[in-house]
């Protein structure tokens, strides 16, 4: 059982924005600013989308954003397109000791 | 540029002892804000965060596996090891390696991953 809660899956039609949520709680998402999302599509990496919960990396389109709200974080991402279709991880910063702790991922299909 | 590569066996017999190789580029273990971590990914499932180890080799397990794990790293080398000990068939994963900043704790660059199978 992963540390932190997302939905299995999420779906959305090209051009249409879909959330996905990662709850966690005050020990973890809530407790600090170090959310981030990752990208996975099938065989491949994960690929950082998004860190500190809002910033995205050099070369992440802009449709892609995170929020955060209490012990649960969100990924938004708008403007759907065909290649987003992949498996997304949140994860955050749990303390010193557990310092990383991650999602059990949310497969998003593009309708 | 910073790249990373996972190396180490494809295939393990249960209640072996599994080590995989880290080999980067493109950054210094030895620099302050430093680390680098192991996550490991079983077939069909979720990313599973298991060790880091950080420039000054203060070093961080997950609870649930620690006492199967060590991490090491040998700066000359630019490598980080991860030991596994009693490998079970529930282990079978690709592991992967990747470079994190401690200053916002995320993990921005990772290699390619490597299956190993847990079978007798």
């Known amino acids: 059982q992963s540390a932190l809660t997302q939905p299995p899956s999420a779906s959305g039609s090209p051009g249409q924005s879909v959330t996905i949520s990662c709850t966690g709680t005050?020990?973890?998402?809530?407790?600090?600013?170090?959310v981030s999302w990752y990208q996975q599509h099938p065989g491949k990496a994960p690929k950082l989308m998004i860190y500190?919960?809002?910033k995205r990396p050099s070369g992440v389109p802009d449709r892609f954003s995170g929020s955060k709200s209490g012990n649960t974080a969100s990924l938004t991402v708008s403007g759907l397109q065909a290649e987003d279709e992949a498996d997304y991880y949140c994860s955050s910063y749990a303390g010193s000791n557990n310092p990383v702790v991650f999602g059990g991922g949310t497969k998003l299909t593009v309708l | 540029q910073i790249t990373l590569k996972e190396s180490g066996p494809t295939l393990v017999k249960p209640t072996q002892t599994l080590t995989l190789t880290c080999t980067f580029s493109?950054?210094?273990?030895?620099?302050?804000?430093?680390?680098v971590g192991w996550i490991r990914q079983p077939p069909g499932k979720a990313l599973e965060w298991l060790a880091l180890?950080?420039?000054?080799?203060?070093?961080r397990y997950s609870p649930s596996l620690q006492t199967r794990l060590t991490i090491t790293k040998d700066t000359s080398k630019n490598q980080v090891v991860l030991t596994m000990t009693n490998m079970d068939p529930m282990d079978t994963a690709t592991y992967y390696c990747?470079?994190?900043?401690?200053?916002?704790?995320?993990?921005?660059?990772w290699g390619q991953g490597t299956l190993v199978t847990v079978s007798s």
């Open positions: 493109g950054f210094s273990l030895s620099t302050s804000g430093v680390a």
């Open positions: 005050s020990s973890d998402v809530g407790g600090y600013n170090y």
């Open positions: 990747a470079h994190r900043l401690v200053i916002s704790d995320y993990f921005d660059y």
């Open positions: 180890i950080y420039w000054d080799d203060d070093k």
């Open positions: 500190e919960v809002t």
